[in-house]
């Protein structure tokens, strides 16, 4: 799987937008753009993921450049509870499932 | 409600002695994995199962072992044959193995080796 690099931490006011940054400059046509998040002594849980397009559900929004070298995870309005360490993660189509390396991820804590 | 259960949640062991960790699913997932997960670091795979009875190494298998006799059920063995063995276990499941499924973990188990 390709390398993703994500700053090692943020921080982020409560109750305004929070924007998740990760470089994947050697991502390959065929590669999703996954997120997990990890709560304190948690297991992860999933966020999002997508391809080429922008992507949005309950918990977030995800936007994915051009050029596919870049993607960035957008919570519009952080809570208490979303600080978290947020992972992203490239997945290959001809890959196998258990094969999902994590990084170090970008551990976000939310000021009151 | 579905979901993944991991025991016991903290666990204790003396150097030398074997210790099994329990991993139960009710999602009906085909899939089922063993990450570890060490203090400030991502996971890294240890094990993982696409089908009962099958199961593959994944990248530190070493001195780790598993078994898959039912759907339900992927317990991971920490054998005194892994050196360093005191780190988070994280059980997780899926429905399939393609590049868009959803990973589901359990809630881990904290194994401390005295």
């Known amino acids: 799987d390709a390398k993703t690099t994500q700053p090692n931490s943020m921080e982020s006011n409560e109750e305004e937008p929070v924007h998740l940054p990760c470089n994947h400059s050697t991502i390959s046509g065929t590669d999703y753009i996954h997120w997990y998040r990890q709560l304190p002594s948690q297991g992860p849980e999933y966020v999002i993921h997508?391809?080429?397009s922008n992507v949005n559900n309950r918990m977030a929004s995800l936007a994915i450049a051009e050029d596919r070298k870049s993607s960035t995870l957008i919570l519009h309005r952080a809570t208490l509870r979303d600080a978290a360490v947020y992972y992203c993660i490239l997945r290959d189509r001809e890959s196998q499932m258990g094969k999902l390396i994590f990084g170090q991820g970008t551990e976000l804590s939310v000021k009151p | 409600d579905g979901g993944i259960t991991q025991s016991p949640k903290y666990l204790f062991r003396k150097e030398g002695q074997n210790v099994t960790l329990s991993c139960e699913q009710n999602l009906n997932h085909d899939a089922m994995y063993w990450y570890r997960q060490d203090p400030g670091q991502g996971l890294r795979l240890i094990y993982y199962?696409?089908?009962?009875?099958?199961?593959q190494k994944g990248d530190i298998a070493e001195g780790y072992s598993v078994s898959r006799e039912k759907k339900e059920s992927f317990p991971l063995t920490v054998t005194s044959a892994q050196k360093n063995p005191t780190a988070f276990y994280l059980c997780?499941?899926?429905?399939?193995?393609?590049?868009?499924?959803?990973?589901?973990f359990g809630e881990g188990s904290r194994l401390t080796v005295l």
């Open positions: 997780a499941s899926s429905r399939g193995t393609g590049p868009t499924g959803e990973l589901f």
């Open positions: 997508g391809l080429t």
């Open positions: 199962s696409q089908i009962v009875n099958d199961f």
